[in-house]
């Protein structure tokens, strides 16, 4: 694979990850889904979960440092 194709496929997941991450948190903010009392520790713990992982993604994202391909030799 070469580097575009990598870094199409880096893109692809994170905006997946990011946006499928808000609209489960909206569902969860407006109601939309019921969890059981039992389960609520379980689900808050996911959620943290999920939470940090975002994180992990926009530390990647403004902390990457991308290598340049070398300058080639005109000939």
């Not at 496929?9 to 609209?23: E, T, W």
């Not at 713990?45 to 403004?62: D, K, M, R, V």
């Amino acid at each position: 694979m070469n580097g575009r194709l990598t870094s199409y496929a880096q893109i692809i997941l994170s905006v997946v990850f990011v946006g499928g991450y808000f609209i489960t948190l909206w569902d969860f903010i407006h109601g939309k889904v019921a969890v059981p009392l039992e389960w609520k520790e379980t689900l808050q713990t996911l959620l943290s979960l999920l939470t940090a992982a975002i994180l992990q993604i926009i530390g990647y994202w403004f902390a990457r440092h991308r290598a340049q391909d070398p300058p080639q030799d005109p000939q």
